[in-house]
C-alpha cells in the first residue's frame, strides 16, 4: 500500500475545498502552524506521495524529496502562491522567483485551482506546462445550492429595484477600491432608487468601504459586514447580479456559491473562478476596470425578464454542476495520465 502524506496551513484536516483530493489519494495530515515556525517532525518519516497544500507546505515537500524521503511530490496551487508572486518587486521579485523556480521545478505535478493560477505559474517562472493541471476547488457545502432562483420567476425580475451584491474577505485584492467608482458609474446612468448594491464580508478594506460610503453619499451602497450563510442566504434571494471585481484572485468560491444560488455573475479576466463564468456567457468576463464592470452591469439592466431568467438558471446549472463526484473522476483521469 502506498504510504500518502498531506502537508497543510489547516487546523483541521485539509481545505474543505480541496477535501475530494484526498478523498482520493486518502493518507497521513500534518499540519503547519500559521506562523512562519518550522514543524521538524514532518521531515522524519519516509513516504511514496507527499502531498503539499499551498506554497509553505511545498518547501516542506520540496526539502522532503530532495532528502530522498519523498518519491513523488504533487502541489496544490491556489491563492498564496499568487499573493507571492504578485506582490514583490525589483531585485526582490528576482531572488523571490529564482526561489520558487527552484522548488517548483522539483515538484512532479502541481494541482492549480484556476486556469489563471497555471498560466501565471507557467509565464512567470517559465514552468513546464505538462506539469501543470486545472483541478477546481469544490464548495464545502450545499447551503446556496438550495436557495430558490427567484430570477425564473419573470414577473419579479427588476419589478422594485436592481439588486447587486459582493462577499469577499474585503482585501485589496479582491478588488474593493473599484466597488465605489462602479457604484458611481451606475448612480450616473441609473436613478439611485432604483438600485441597491449589498456588500457583506469583514476585512481590512472594510474601513475604506464605509468612508467612501459617507464621503460621497452612497445611500444604497449597503455595507452588512460578517454574516451567518442564513443572513447571506436571505440577500441573496433577491439579488440579480454578483460582482467580483478581483484584482487578482486565485480563484474565489463567493462567485460559484452566487451561481449555486441562480444569480448571475460578472468578474473580472483576474479572477480564477472566471473558467465557470465563461461558460455562462463570456461577456460577463471583463477586464479590472470599473467602467467596464458597470457597463456590463447597466447591460443586463436592459435585458428582458426572459434573458436574465435564463443567464441565472444557467449561472446555477453551471455551478452545481461542477460535483464532488465529477471532481474527483477528473483528479484520478489527471493522476492516470500524468503517471502512467
Not at 489519494?25 to 507527499?50: C, E, T, W, Y
Request: aromatic share 10%; proline share 4%; charged share 20%.
Amino acid at each position: 500500500m502506498l504510504k500518502i502524506q498531506y502537508i497543510t496551513y489547516y487546523p483541521q484536516n485539509v481545505h474543505g475545498a480541496h477535501s475530494y483530493i484526498h478523498e482520493v489519494l486518502p493518507g497521513k495530515v500534518s499540519h503547519l502552524p500559521m506562523r512562519a515556525l518550522p514543524n521538524f517532525q514532518i521531515l522524519k518519516n519516509k513516504v511514496d506521495i507527499l502531498i503539499s497544500e499551498g506554497f509553505r507546505p511545498s518547501i516542506y515537500g520540496y526539502t522532503l524529496k530532495r532528502s530522498n524521503l519523498a518519491r513523488i511530490h504533487i502541489n496544490i496551487l491556489f491563492g498564496d502562491f499568487l499573493k507571492i508572486i504578485s506582490q514583490n518587486k525589483a531585485k526582490k521579485d528576482l531572488l523571490i522567483k529564482a526561489i520558487l523556480r527552484e522548488i517548483y521545478a522539483d515538484i512532479d505535478l502541481m494541482l492549480a485551482n484556476s486556469s489563471l493560477t497555471k498560466q501565471r505559474i507557467v509565464t512567470l517562472l517559465g514552468i513546464n506546462s505538462s506539469k501543470v493541471r486545472v483541478c477546481w476547488p469544490i464548495l464545502e457545502h450545499d447551503f446556496f445550492n438550495v436557495i430558490p432562483n427567484h430570477i425564473a420567476n419573470t414577473k419579479i425580475v427588476f419589478q422594485n429595484k436592481i439588486k447587486i451584491c459582493h462577499l469577499s474577505r474585503l482585501r485589496r485584492t479582491d478588488g474593493i477600491a473599484l466597488i465605489p467608482i462602479i457604484y458611481q458609474y451606475l448612480r450616473n446612468e441609473l436613478n439611485e432608487n432604483n438600485f441597491e448594491f449589498h456588500i457583506i464580508g469583514y476585512g481590512p478594506m472594510l474601513p475604506y468601504l464605509i468612508r467612501m460610503k459617507k464621503k460621497e453619499a452612497m445611500k444604497n451602497l449597503i455595507i452588512w459586514g460578517y454574516k451567518s450563510l442564513d443572513f447571506i442566504g436571505s440577500i441573496y434571494k433577491s439579488c440579480t447580479i454578483f460582482i467580483y471585481p478581483a484584482i487578482m484572485k486565485s480563484f474565489g468560491l463567493p462567485v460559484i456559491e452566487a451561481m449555486s444560488a441562480g444569480i448571475i455573475p460578472v468578474v473580472t479576466i483576474n479572477t480564477g473562478a472566471r473558467d465557470f463564468v465563461k461558460l455562462v456567457d463570456k461577456s460577463l468576463v471583463t477586464k479590472v476596470d470599473a467602467r467596464a464592470i458597470a457597463d456590463v452591469v447597466l447591460k443586463l439592466a436592459t435585458e428582458t425578464p426572459s434573458v436574465l431568467a435564463e443567464l441565472g438558471i444557467k449561472s446555477k446549472s453551471i455551478a452545481r454542476r461542477w460535483s464532488r463526484h465529477k471532481a474527483k473522476e477528473h483528479l484520478k483521469n489527471i493522476l492516470i495520465e500524468h503517471f502512467r
